[in-house]
C-alpha cells in the first residue's frame, strides 16, 4: 500500500534546463511533503519541505509546488546541474504520528 | 562533525549469527528511527523512539530489537540472521518540537547477509 508515490524510476535532463520531479500520495491526512536527495553510498540529505497549508515553497534552485486537491507535488531544480545527479525521494508525514514515508525515488541524471 | 553517525558502514555476516549497528546523533534531537532500504529501494521505516521511548514499530520480526540507552543513541539488534535481511540500514534523527520538520540521516549501513 504506497501512500507516496513517484511513478518515474528515472529521468534525463540537459544541463542548464529545469527538472521536474513529481510525486502522488493517497492520505489526505499528511501535514508535511518533504523532498531528499541521495547519491550513492550515503544517506538521505534533506533538500525542502513545504506545509500542507501551502502550496509553493522555494529555496534557492529548488522549488517544491503541492497541489493538494490533485494530491500531487512536484519538484523544479532551476537551472540543472552536474551535482544535481541524484536520487531523490518525496516524503510525508502527519504531525500527529512522527513517521516520514517515503517513495521510491526518481534517478534523475543531468546530461552534459 | 557528522550530525547522524552509524558503525558500521558494512557488515558481512553468516546466516544465524547475531549482529548490532550503533547510531548515534549529536543534533540535540529527542527522536531517533531506524529505516530499512531493500533490493528494490524502498526506504521503510522500522522503529521510531521518542526520548528513548518505543513510539513506532511497524511490522518487523521480533529478531530486530532496537535499543535506546539514552536520547543521542539507537542501536539495533538482529538476532538469528536471514537472508533477507540483506539491505541498507540508515539511522535518523528529528526533533518533535520546534519548526523543523525534516528527519537527518546517517550515511547508512550496508547489511549482506550470506
Known amino acids: 500500500d504506497q501512500q507516496v508515490k513517484q511513478n518515474s524510476p528515472s529521468l534525463s535532463v540537459q544541463e542548464g534546463r529545469i527538472s521536474i520531479l513529481n510525486c502522488d500520495y493517497t492520505n489526505s491526512m499528511f501535514d508535511y511533503f518533504l523532498w531528499y536527495k541521495k547519491y550513492p553510498a550515503e544517506g538521505p540529505t534533506f533538500l525542502i519541505s513545504?506545509?500542507?497549508?501551502?502550496d509553493k515553497n522555494e529555496d534557492g534552485r529548488f522549488t517544491v509546488f503541492l497541489n493538494k486537491s490533485a494530491k500531487h507535488l512536484s519538484l523544479h531544480i532551476v537551472p540543472s546541474q552536474p551535482g544535481d545527479s541524484a536520487v531523490y525521494f518525496c516524503a510525508a508525514r502527519w504531525n500527529r504520528d512522527d513517521k516520514i514515508i517515503f517513495g521510491k525515488g526518481t534517478r534523475l541524471h543531468i546530461l552534459p | 562533525d557528522t550530525a547522524v553517525s552509524q558503525t558500521p558502514k558494512y557488515l558481512v555476516t553468516q546466516m544465524g549469527n547475531d549482529k548490532s549497528i550503533k547510531c548515534e546523533q549529536n543534533l540535540g534531537h529527542d527522536t531517533m528511527y531506524w529505516y530499512k532500504q531493500d533490493s528494490k529501494k524502498f526506504l521503510k521505516i522500522m522503529f521510531s523512539?521518542?526520548?528513548?521511548?518505543?513510539?513506532i514499530n511497524e511490522t518487523v520480526p521480533n529478531r530486530f530489537s532496537p535499543k535506546s540507552p539514552d536520547k543521542a543513541h539507537l542501536n539495533l539488534h538482529i538476532n538469528s540472521l536471514e537472508l533477507g535481511d540483506s539491505a541498507v540500514y540508515f539511522c535518523a534523527s528529528s526533533s518533535m518540537t520546534g519548526s523543523s520538520t525534516e528527519a537527518f540521516f546517517g550515511q547508512g549501513t550496508r547489511l549482506t547477509v550470506v
Open positions: 513545504i506545509s500542507s497549508i501551502k
Open positions: 523512539y521518542n526520548n528513548k521511548e518505543l513510539i
